[in-house]
């Protein structure tokens, strides 16, 4: 999704912009442009394609101004173009605008300007916002911040905005509402970002706008106010990554190197709650065994692989709390009218923190009395600012689109959320819990043995399937969630089309589809599932279909083409485990195929419009 960078100090604000761009690039995008101030005014370059094409025009090079804005824009009114690519300036060239999010009324506020003489270049909604500040400074004959301030109020939807202006050269005005922005402060110069690894390596201390803020910035001096620009004051947050962590660190790419650390992430998700047999401990979670006995049901609210991590505490929540747990897609829980009430607890887990469904799904529930909790990877992001709790994955910044660490980081913390919850309410056998628990701490050196032992098969198989049209993958009880969260990597990052099935769905309809030659995964950890699953499994074989095991268990005879041997562990975590071999072999599949795995096509990281 569209990303924002802006630079206003001492030194020169162009390869700064532009280092910050090359950061956001993992968003994904499909223009780029960068504004700055120079002695004649707004310079404003911009261009169709990657932040390298921005780099090759030759005007690029005479930028010496040390204020300006930047952004990478990933279409949603209007095509890729130069044109509609941002920033965009009002008609006079005397303000620069670059804006993440969506003007939901920009088709009123463009018939409002065109009426007042104001023409439009571009068939952005973003266009509207310069001329309408614009608009405001002229006929209010107010200052810049006033006039920014007086246009916003005019904008339905949602935005994180930079402005610049020719008329207050020194001058930087940033502020959000339902987008995410972050104000870096470095010593004597200002940073801004849509998110922190793309300035990271500048500052570690950030401000975080909350919705309707407004920052004016000079260099080294910010300045806060709220909606109706009373000065307000804001706590600085230093961040625990450091630079390097959100470089690629001798890897080809940040998905093989995000897949090497889970180890890591996974290590240092549970360090935060559990060491030995000891209670699990989430004390930034102030739910006392009164508040959880008053639990009917459990939303878990979440989209792409951040559901499907959502998809596995299911069943744990289910099976060591008993209580009713459902997983919803954001997008769709918004829409369904959901039976909400004061006993309803309603889990929002999302990597970024910033995707749009899932943040307006996290009020929809707030505003009708569900105790609400976020987990998230990014300290300070949206949804952990929205909920009435928020704890994080350890997982450190995940750049790659395609999700691995944020998804084993994720499922570990809500297996222990789930631990605690049924510690609190002594609802499951303390043998389970503690049994559990060892399986959970062994985990960081299982995901080391699996990536390990498989990395040389997987590369193989990927050999093998790089040129097939459909790959199926199928699985029962927690392996059906796996199966999906394999079939979303493999699709989203090697465009092979996969679909993934309750392995006992088959023969309703699926089986149509296998014939001879096609590729069947089968996932296959809980022996109490085994037979019946290898009946599954044979009935694609008998099909013609070449298939690929992973598995944990002993299988009784061999006659499947590949077998990728897992670790055990208790099957109510095993997708930690039996999804790393998945991942590999998208990654894998991608690169046989020479694509670009880190930034697939159409997709974006952080998925901050509806
Ligand atoms: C996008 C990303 C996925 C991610 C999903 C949810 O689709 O490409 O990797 O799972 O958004 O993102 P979130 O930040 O909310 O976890």
Redesign the pocket.
Same mark, same amino acid.
């Given at each position: 999704m569209c990303g924002i960078v802006g630079y206003s100090g001492e030194k020169q604000a162009k390869p700064i912009l532009v280092n910050g761009l090359l950061k956001l690039e993992y968003r994904g995008y499909d223009s780029a442009g960068i504004s700055t101030i120079e002695k004649n005014g707004i310079s404003n370059i911009k261009v169709k394609g990657r932040v390298a094409n921005l780099e090759e025009i030759p005007e690029i090079n005479k930028l010496s101004g040390t204020i300006g804005i930047a952004h990478t824009r990933w279409a949603t009114h209007g095509k890729p173009s130069t044109i509609n690519s941002h920033p965009h300036l009002d008609n006079s060239k005397s303000f620069a605008v670059v804006h993440n999010g969506i003007i939901e009324n920009y088709a009123d506020l463009r018939k409002f300007l065109s009426e007042k003489g104001y023409n439009f270049l571009s068939e952005t909604d973003t266009e509207v916002i310069p001329n309408l500040i614009h608009y405001y400074y002229t006929t209010e004959k107010k200052g810049f911040l006033e006039s920014v301030n007086r246009a916003c109020k005019d904008l339905v939807g949602s935005f994180a905005i930079e402005v610049i202006s020719s008329i207050f050269p020194e001058t930087m005005i940033v502020v959000r509402k339902d987008s995410p922005l972050v104000i870096g402060k470095g010593s004597g110069e200002t940073y801004v970002s849509s998110d922190i690894p793309a300035i990271l390596s500048f500052t570690k201390d950030f401000y975080l706008l909350n919705d309707l803020e407004f920052a004016t910035i000079e260099k080294g001096n910010i300045s806060f106010y709220d909606k109706d620009l009373k000065p307000i004051s804001k706590e600085i947050k230093t961040m625990e990554w450091d630079a390097s962590s959100a470089e690629k660190d001798g890897f080809d790419d940040y998905m093989l190197k995000e897949i090497f650390e889970q180890p890591r992430a996974v290590r240092e998700t549970i360090g935060a709650h559990l060491s030995n047999n000891n209670p699990c401990e989430f004390e930034e979670l102030n739910l006392s065994k009164k508040d959880l006995e008053n639990i009917s049901q459990i939303y878990i609210v !979440?989209?792409? #692989? $951040?559901m499907h991590a959502g998809l596995v505490a299911k069943n744990l929540l289910e099976k060591l709390c008993h209580i009713p747990t459902y997983v919803d897609i954001a997008s769709e829980f918004r829409y369904r009218d959901p039976i909400i009430n004061d006993k309803t607890l309603a889990i929002f887990v /999302?990597? /970024?923190g910033? #995707?749009a469904d #899932?943040i307006a799904a996290l009020k929809l529930a707030k505003s009708k009395g569900a105790k609400t909790i976020a987990i998230s990877n990014v300290i300070g992001s949206s949804i952990t600012r929205e909920a009435d709790y928020f704890t994080y994955t350890h997982a450190g910044p995940e750049i790659a689109? $395609? /999700?691995t660490k944020?998804y084993t980081s994720q499922v570990v913390l809500l297996s222990l959320m789930a631990i605690f919850f049924a510690e609190k309410l002594n609802s499951a056998e303390s043998k389970i819990i503690s049994d559990l628990k060892q399986e959970i701490l062994s985990l960081p050196e299982k995901i080391e043995n699996v990536i390990k032992n498989n990395n040389v098969l997987v590369k193989n198989i990927a050999k093998l399937i790089c040129s097939e049209r459909d790959v199926f993958f199928i699985g029962r009880g927690i392996d059906y969630t796996v199966a999906q969260e394999g079939s979303l990597k493999l699709k989203e990052i090697s465009y092979i089309h996969s679909e993934a099935y309750a392995s006992g769905e088959l023969k309703h309809g699926t089986i149509a589809l296998i014939e001879n030659q096609v590729s069947v995964v089968s996932i296959l950890t809980d022996e109490a599932l085994m037979e019946k699953s290898i009946s599954n499994i044979q009935e694609v074989i008998t099909r013609g279909a070449k298939t690929i095991v992973v598995t944990n268990l002993e299988l009784p005879n061999k006659k499947y083409d590949f077998i990728v041997s897992i670790p055990s562990t208790s099957p109510l975590i095993s997708p930690i485990l039996s999804v790393v071999p998945l991942q590999m072999l998208a990654y894998y599949v991608s690169k046989e195929k020479g694509l670009d795995v880190d930034k697939p096509r159409n997709? !974006?990281? /952080?998925?901050t419009v509806e």
């Open positions: !979440a989209c792409g #692989t $951040a /999302s990597q /970024s910033e #995707t #899932t689109v $395609a /999700s944020a997709l !974006a990281k /952080s998925v």
